[in-house]
């Protein structure tokens, strides 16, 4: 599930006439960098909401199955709402506003997976790894893998989560915080670390930031 229905409000002029997924960011659109990742999935979803023409008629080139909020229904709703698209207990969700600096961030997810234990992993990275996140860090790693609010962790957009707790939620729209927080009273919600780095794109000198850090590693 590739989240693509904000309106990217953050982005200012950038978003009046174009979606933020399909902002370019190093001659290529946003929403590709995410893509790059979930190229090893038969089933991919994206939902749309804000300027959604130019949007799905990409999407549906590369093959993703688009749907239609008529109204935001925040990365919850979201996915609850496209629920009956995917086959399995369990997805793969990914925001669609950050360029990633190496490899293997669904591996390493993958690999990590315990379905007895876990009802969602997060991937995360060290907030020194990160280029233009203008924020604190998101969570704390416990000894048994359990993350908990605070730390130097910063959340990158890259989940596996059962779809059961998020359809547990009643409300139509909702953010995906409120199923960590009701994952993390029951010490269903673990945490994974990216090897590489990683760089927020949802503002506007996150586009100069992102393409001056993948001219340094050689990604352009």
């Known amino acids: 599930m590739l989240f693509c229905a904000g309106r990217g ?15 370019h960011v190093a001659g290529r659109p946003l929403v590709d960098y995410a893509l790059a990742h979930f190229d090893v999935f038969d089933t991919r979803v994206a939902n749309t909401h804000y300027l959604p023409e ?17 109204d935001l229904l ?6 609850k709402n496209a629920s009956s698209l995917f086959n399995g207990d369990a997805v793969f ?21 315990n379905p007895d234990i876990m009802d969602a992993l997060l991937l995360t ?6 280029h233009g996140h203008l924020g604190s860090g998101d969570f704390d790693i416990d000894a048994d893998g359990r993350i908990h609010r605070g730390g130097d962790l910063v959340y990158t957009g890259l989940q596996i ?15 995906m915080n409120k199923v ?41």
Request: net charge negative; hydrophobic share 40%; proline share 3%.
């Open 125 to 130: 990275v060290h907030l020194s790894k990160t």
């Open 54 to 70: 130019s949007l799905e008629q990409h999407l549906a080139i590369r093959g993703v199955t688009t749907i239609f909020e008529p």
């Open 161 to 175: 989560i059962k779809l059961d707790a998020v359809k547990e939620i009643a409300d139509t729209a909702f953010s």
């Open 9 to 23: 409000s953050r982005m200012r002029a950038l978003t009046e006439k174009c979606p933020k997924p399909m902002i």
């Open 74 to 79: 925040e990365t919850g709703g979201g996915l």
């Open 180 to 220: 960590w927080d009701a994952l993390d009273k029951k010490g269903r919600i673990f945490g994974a670390q990216f090897d590489g780095q990683w760089c927020d794109v949802g503002h506007p000198k996150g586009i100069e930031i992102a393409e001056s850090a993948l001219k340094d590693h050689g990604n352009v």
């Open 93 to 113: 969700t990914m925001n669609t506003d950050a360029v990633w600096l190496g490899d293997g961030a669904v591996d390493a997810l993958r690999s990590a997976w």
